[in-house]
């Protein structure tokens, strides 16, 4: 399949390219505002398939609006009508085409010209009027509170919020990429007239900026952001793309002493934490139990010997481990336990605990096993 892209350079040109080169598409006419004009009536004759990206939404002077996004999209309708070339064309427009200002109209009009074309060809249009749309690579400071939003504070400057109680309405560009590709292979999400990206968020613009302002945070709390609230997954994983390339690893606090080290990584309000310990050789660590804490241990080098004891019981258990041998042991409430370095070299262990440490209310209990 021969694919146009038009507006190739932007936000979703860039995302929809690189996906579809990732799923095996490799030849795509890219075409954007630099591209060699002759080549577009080429790009017109010999394409299977249309995205219709290009478009303007920030010029110096109103009327280029229609032009952009009118006149351009006239242009390409006249090249394939020219070149009888009938191929299915799926279309960017905006909510704001339902609007009374210079951009909705201009994208009223490009959607009328789609709409005409395809009564008079019988050619497939698929019209999205997409809302926000935010993710990687999209330019701040343009046309996207949260591309600048994220940038100004992976950047240490400041944002503003003229009016928390604003309503966003929001796509996350890789729901957009998908249902892109999706609707090139046949299967468009289509709702009456219009097609429509399957995964939207609505938000209030203060608690998406107080959001992303709690990212920063995490270098020096260790918090992660709720994964299991989709929204807020994807503005983090958004806000990570705006880091400073000098800023992309942080230190830990690790806890050193002569039997060696304990260095939390993560923390969490509902996942627990997650840290590492190092353990010299002949060291053991432990020897104490919990009510309702409970951890998972894994040995990820050198070898070592975890023991458990129940409370009010004799019997010890031994579980040897090994880095040699990947595998979790559970850490049950109630039971004594400790962890012993067998080996001649540090033994690594990574350790997960059910809730974060409080040492105000640590539930630990020192006992031998």
Same mark, same amino acid.
């Given at each position: 399949?021969? @694919? &146009? /892209? *038009?507006? #190739?350079?932007?936000?979703?040109?860039? !995302?929809?390219?690189?996906?579809? =080169?990732?799923? +095996?598409?490799?030849?795509?006419?890219?075409?954007?505002?630099?591209?060699?004009?002759?080549?577009?009536?080429?790009?017109?004759?010999?394409?299977?398939?249309?995205?219709?990206?290009?478009?303007?939404?920030?010029?110096?002077?109103?009327?280029?609006?229609?032009?952009?996004?009118?006149?351009?999209?006239?242009?390409?309708?006249?090249?394939?009508?020219?070149?009888?070339?009938?191929?299915? @064309? &799926? /279309? *960017?427009? #905006?909510?704001?085409?339902?609007?009374? !200002?210079?951009?909705?109209?201009? =994208?009223?009009? +490009?959607?009328?010209?789609?709409?005409?074309?395809?009564?008079?060809?019988?050619?497939?249009?698929?019209?999205?009027?997409?809302?926000?749309?935010?993710?990687?690579?999209?330019?701040?400071?343009?046309?996207?509170?949260?591309?600048?939003?994220?940038?100004?504070?992976?950047?240490?400057?400041?944002?503003?919020?003229?009016?928390?109680?604003?309503?966003?309405?929001?796509?996350?560009?890789?729901?957009? /990429?998908?249902?892109?590709?999706?609707?090139?292979?046949?299967?468009?999400?289509?709702?009456?007239?219009?097609?429509?990206?399957?995964?939207?968020?609505?938000?209030?613009?203060?608690?998406?900026?107080?959001?992303?302002?709690?990212?920063?945070?995490?270098?020096?709390?260790?918090?992660?952001?709720?994964?299991?609230?989709?929204?807020?997954?994807?503005?983090?994983?958004?806000?990570?793309?705006?880091?400073?390339?000098?800023?992309?690893?942080?230190?830990?606090?690790?806890?050193?002493?002569?039997?060696?080290?304990?260095?939390?990584?993560?923390?969490?309000?509902?996942?627990?934490?997650?840290?590492?310990?190092?353990?010299?050789?002949?060291?053991?660590?432990?020897?104490?139990?919990?009510?309702?804490?409970?951890?998972?241990?894994?040995?990820?080098?050198?070898?070592?010997?975890?023991?458990?004891?129940?409370?009010?019981?004799?019997?010890?258990?031994?579980?040897?481990?090994?880095?040699?041998?990947?595998?979790?042991?559970?850490?049950?409430?109630?039971?004594?336990?400790?962890?012993?370095?067998?080996?001649?070299?540090?033994?690594?262990?990574?350790?997960?605990?059910?809730?974060?440490?409080?040492?105000?209310?640590?539930?630990?209990?020192?006992?031998?096993?």
């Amino acid at each position: 399949m021969k @694919i &146009l /892209v *038009t507006g #190739s350079k932007g936000f979703v040109g860039k !995302n929809l390219i690189t996906e579809l =080169k990732n799923r +095996g598409y490799t030849d795509i006419f890219e075409y954007d505002m630099d591209t060699n004009k002759a080549l577009l009536e080429h790009y017109a004759k010999e394409c299977n398939f249309v995205f219709h990206l290009a478009g303007v939404n920030r010029p110096e002077n109103e009327t280029e609006y229609m032009k952009g996004n009118f006149g351009f999209t006239t242009e390409l309708l006249n090249l394939l009508t020219k070149n009888n070339n009938s191929a299915p @064309i &799926l /279309v *960017t427009s #905006s909510i704001q085409a339902q609007l009374d !200002n210079a951009y909705g109209r201009s =994208k009223k009009a +490009g959607e009328d010209c789609i709409f005409s074309y395809s009564k008079e060809t019988k050619s497939k249009v698929y019209v999205y009027r997409l809302p926000n749309v935010f993710g990687k690579w999209c330019r701040p400071n343009y046309n996207s509170a949260i591309a600048t939003f994220c940038n100004n504070v992976a950047n240490g400057l400041p944002i503003t919020v003229n009016d928390p109680n604003v309503i966003m309405n929001l796509v996350y560009i890789d729901d957009v /990429v998908a249902e892109f590709i999706s609707a090139m292979e046949g299967h468009a999400n289509l709702l009456d007239q219009f097609c429509a990206v399957p995964v939207t968020y609505k938000a209030k613009l203060g608690y998406i900026a107080d959001t992303i302002r709690s990212f920063s945070e995490y270098k020096t709390n260790l918090y992660i952001p709720n994964v299991g609230n989709e929204l807020e997954k994807k503005l983090y994983s958004t806000y990570l793309s705006y880091l400073p390339t000098d800023q992309f690893s942080y230190p830990l606090k690790m806890n050193v002493d002569e039997r060696g080290s304990f260095t939390e990584i993560i923390r969490t309000p509902d996942r627990g934490q997650f840290s590492v310990n190092i353990s010299k050789p002949g060291i053991t660590k432990g020897n104490h139990w919990h009510h309702t804490k409970n951890e998972k241990f894994v040995v990820v080098k050198g070898k070592g010997l975890i023991q458990f004891r129940k409370i009010g019981t004799d019997e010890v258990l031994d579980y040897h481990v090994t880095g040699e041998k990947i595998e979790v042991i559970d850490i049950p409430t109630g039971y004594t336990h400790n962890i012993i370095n067998e080996g001649e070299t540090d033994m690594v262990t990574f350790m997960w605990a059910n809730e974060a440490f409080n040492p105000d209310k640590p539930d630990t209990y020192f006992e031998k096993v």
